[in-house]
């Protein structure tokens, strides 16, 4: 991110782009993939910041397809709470081989 708005302006300060990741998150609008210390686009505008999502990502070529996790994000919050824990946000990453690759190996 920093390396493209060099290109059109001077180069900000990461606490800038920091910081709009940190608005662009709480607006739903980008996710933090934990995993690849990466953020990525938001694929579906159906939800809110605080929805579960689920992250499917390639081991082979890297993409990260973003799916809905409503239903199994109710177990594990339910579990979380069972345990005494209060949950704020649940977010599931799940590795594997995406279908292009599958088909390619």
Same mark, same amino acid.
């Given at each position: 991110?920093?390396?493209?708005?060099?290109?059109?302006? %001077?180069? %900000?300060?990461?606490?800038?782009?920091?910081?709009?990741?940190?608005?662009?998150?709480?607006?739903?609008?980008?996710?933090?993939?934990?995993?690849?210390?990466?953020?990525?686009?938001?694929?579906?505008?159906?939800?809110?910041?605080?929805?579960?999502?689920?992250?499917?990502?390639?081991?082979?070529?890297?993409?990260?397809?973003?799916?809905?996790?409503?239903?199994?994000?109710?177990?594990?919050?339910?579990?979380?709470?069972?345990?005494?824990?209060? %949950?704020?946000?649940?977010?599931?990453?799940?590795?594997?081989?995406?279908?292009?690759?599958?088909?390619?190996?």
């Amino acid at each position: 991110m920093i390396d493209e708005l060099a290109k059109s302006m %001077p180069r %900000p300060a990461p606490i800038t782009i920091y910081r709009a990741l940190d608005f662009l998150m709480a607006n739903g609008l980008v996710h933090r993939i934990e995993s690849r210390n990466a953020y990525l686009a938001c694929a579906a505008h159906d939800h809110d910041a605080t929805s579960a999502v689920a992250f499917l990502i390639c081991e082979r070529c890297g993409l990260v397809g973003e799916i809905p996790s409503a239903s199994f994000a109710k177990d594990i919050n339910a579990a979380a709470r069972s345990s005494g824990f209060a %949950p704020k946000l649940s977010v599931v990453e799940i590795t594997g081989i995406c279908t292009h690759c599958q088909k390619t190996a």
